[in-house]
């Protein structure tokens, strides 16, 4: 019986590679004073930590602006740096910890101009 759990396991973890990618994810970045992203209050000051999964220039209103994808297994946040065309060190795969205020905008979490820490 032991045996067919833990084959039931692996056989789960190849069916949905994203779930156990994800469950990677939250114990790698998880540390005393971090919040998870997807607990994450919003208007509040919070330490973020993940991966970037997408990084690309889209100006707004006229000005430049970085805009990043940061990811940790339970949630995502826009990361939106005004006034910048690029960030030494920051590209997609990158692991990152942020701080700011998390705020909403049309349903998409954003944090703008965050003080940032390459890990």
Known sequence: MGTKS???RTISKWAN?????ARDLRK???SEGVVC???APNREPVRLRGSLRTVTLRPRGGVPA???ELYDGTGTVTIIWLGRRRI??????RAIEVSGRVGDQ???RILY???YELL
């Not at 030494?88 to 795969?93: D, E, K, L, S």
């Open 106 to 108: 049309g349903g998409t």
């Open 17 to 21: 590679p994203d779930e156990a990618d």
């Open 113 to 115: 101009n965050p003080r």
């Open 88 to 93: 030494a060190g920051i590209g997609p795969g």
């Open 28 to 30: 790698t970045f998880t």
């Open 37 to 39: 992203i997807g607990d």
């Open 6 to 8: 833990r084959l039931r």
């Open 66 to 68: 970085l805009e990043a």
